[in-house]
């Protein structure tokens, strides 16, 4: 199906964060997102608490994506939504909400798998970022996932690595928890490494099969250093904060490098995608764009307001599901556990 003014809702709310977006012909209209500050007192995300918030945010949120598209809904052609993967609470307000919206339009529901869409948001057309060309091999590293996937078309993906425990960007969050850095902690890590020496301390990387990944030894390792330091130094933390940050990203960034090149090595393919939240942070980025000249990669690296949990990557897999015509029906559900 195509339409001169195909403009998409995209709707996104898959874990703590309420986005919508609106889209027409690859182009971003407006990107709004609600963060739900609420989860920092905890130290992480209160599944309850998020989807209470959803419920209070959607509502604000689209009609600012299409106050600041300058669109009417009545213009609307379909609805994305994130059906999942995601806690499913937060899953099923958005899902609620979209299927009730299409509905009293009368246009069509478009369901959205949250781990495409981090890989496909390489295709909006944004300055400074260019899409892959297939096939491509796409790592997509958050706070809930760890994975790397080859890339034959835009609905053509095969996992062929992935965590067998935790994510990275979990690993990243719990190691700033034992050094009592605030939740977040992943962007503090990130900001404290860029000052620090990478080769101050060790810390194991873990060993399991070429293309897959573990990270709860790691978290251990972290634990066990900082309690064996502070028992000797109470102020261990505070004194070696920057050096201690950068030596647990270069071992974690060297980690996910050492699982891209057998990847590669194993698929022939040296077009390089990363998406998710964790593609945000400044070594790995760093680490592939030096891959560029050392190993003659090409590497695609989206901006960064689309690394992160965003309505705009829902919108282009919704806009490229609308023009094949392929659409959810009514009774459509929420899948926490959502696959490929």
Not at 27 to 53: C, D, F, K, M, W
Not at 68 to 95: E, Y
Not at 130 to 138: I, V
Not at 172 to 187: C, E, N, Q, T, V
Request: charged share 20%; hydrophobic share 40%.
């Amino acid at each position: 199906m195509t339409q001169k003014n195909c403009y998409i809702l995209g709707i996104e709310s898959s874990c703590d964060d309420t986005a919508a977006a609106v889209i027409n012909n690859g182009e971003i209209l407006s990107n709004v997102v609600a963060t739900q500050a609420i989860h920092e007192q905890y130290g992480g995300v209160v599944p309850e608490l998020a989807s209470r918030a959803h419920q209070q945010n959607i509502v604000p949120v689209v009609h600012q994506a299409l106050r600041t598209a300058n669109i009417d809904k009545n213009q609307l052609s379909a609805i994305a939504f994130t059906r999942g993967p995601g806690l499913m609470g937060s899953l099923l307000v958005g899902t609620s909400f979209s299927k009730s919206l299409a509905m009293g339009l009368g246009i069509p529901l478009i369901d959205v798998n949250h781990m495409q869409a981090h890989i496909l948001a390489h295709f909006i057309k944004a300055e400074e970022q260019t899409a892959p060309n297939f096939p491509f091999l796409a790592m997509t590293i958050s706070g809930g996932h760890t994975q790397i996937v080859k890339v034959t078309d835009y609905f053509e993906m095969e996992i062929i690595g992935q965590t067998i425990d935790d994510a990275v960007g979990e690993a990243f969050d719990k190691s700033a928890k034992i050094l009592g850095l605030p939740y977040p902690g992943g962007p503090l890590v990130d900001k404290y490494a860029q000052q620090g020496n990478p080769k101050a301390f060790k810390f194991p990387k873990p060993k399991v099969n070429p293309l897959d990944f573990s990270f709860s030894g790691l978290k251990t390792s972290v634990l066990y250093f900082v309690e064996k330091e502070v028992a000797k130094n109470s102020d261990f933390i505070a004194e070696n904060i920057e050096d201690i940050c950068a030596s647990l990203q270069f071992t974690i960034v060297d980690y996910l490098m050492d699982k891209l090149k057998n990847a590669v090595k194993k698929t022939g393919i040296k077009e390089i995608a990363i998406g998710g939240g964790v593609s945000a942070n400044s070594g790995i980025r760093t680490a592939l764009k030096e891959a560029e000249t050392k190993y003659g990669w090409t590497t695609h690296i989206p901006k960064f307001e689309f690394c992160t949990d965003n309505a705009a990557m829902i919108a282009i897999v919704g806009e490229l599901k609308f023009k094949d015509g392929s659409f959810a029906e009514s009774d459509v559900v929420a899948s926490a556990r959502m696959k490929f």
